[in-house]
């Protein structure tokens, strides 16, 4: 069964260092997402993304984050500069035309 | 604005039926989800609800929506320690976003 994929599964970066978060999303799919956990917090709303652009940003994602899909099968989640307050899981999700979206195993970013 | 709430923790003895409540805030939810987590992974979705229907059964799993009532429950039958996890509901709208809106999660312990 297609499944989303997501690497690394745990970052650990410096406070103020780049990050890049990788998602690899169901191939036929066309609709992407990031989602984020903090430990112990329900699971946040950051972007959404269709058609090479953002459909709707949370007020979670400011300035510092940004998301590519750089070629047809990658779709990145950027963070410029970090802060203590960002570590958390991130999930990726995409979904079909259906309204059915599905999780990737997440990553877990530690900023020290 | 959305907001979905949900108990945090529920224990049930192995072989029992376990329900799992959920109660969200915005009548015009078109989709309602149940996710389960499991330690350390990410998120899979379970089953889902659409809002013109009251009841969804699939295997052990029985879904029922009280839309008068904005509640949404989870019965899973002959609970098994397996089904030990952390379980989240979920809601989305009919807009172009789709974006899920997510509950706390109510931490199921399925005891022997």
């Known amino acids: 069964e297609p499944e989303v994929t997501q690497t690394p599964s745990h970052q650990v970066t410096q406070m103020g260092q780049e990050v890049i978060l990788r998602c690899v999303p169901i191939?036929?799919?066309?609709?992407f997402y990031w989602y984020r956990q903090i430990l112990g917090q329900k699971v946040e709303f950051l972007v959404s993304f269709y058609n090479n652009e953002i459909s709707e940003k949370s007020e979670i994602f400011d300035d510092q984050f940004s998301v590519e899909r750089p070629d047809g099968s990658n779709f990145t989640l950027k963070i410029r500069s970090t802060k203590l307050e960002d570590s958390a899981m991130y999930f990726c999700?995409?979904?079909?035309?259906?309204?059915?979206?599905?999780f990737g195993p997440g990553t877990r970013l530690t900023v020290l | 604005g959305e907001d979905v709430e949900q108990s945090l923790f529920l224990s049930v003895r192995e072989g029992d039926s376990s329900v799992i409540n959920c109660t969200y805030t915005d009548s015009s939810s078109t989709y309602l989800y149940w996710y389960k987590q499991e330690p350390g992974a990410g998120l899979q979705l379970l089953t889902y609800?659409?809002?013109?229907?009251d009841m969804k059964q699939d295997q052990r799993l029985t879904v029922l929506l009280n839309k008068k009532d904005k509640h949404l429950s989870l019965r899973i039958a002959d609970t098994q320690t397996g089904d030990s996890a952390i379980y989240f509901c979920a809601e989305s709208f009919d807009t172009g976003r789709r974006a899920l809106t997510f509950g706390s999660g109510t931490r199921l312990q399925v005891q022997p």
């Open positions: 191939s036929n799919h066309l609709y």
């Open positions: 609800i659409f809002s013109n229907m």
């Open positions: 999700a995409s979904r079909a035309y259906t309204d059915t979206q599905y």
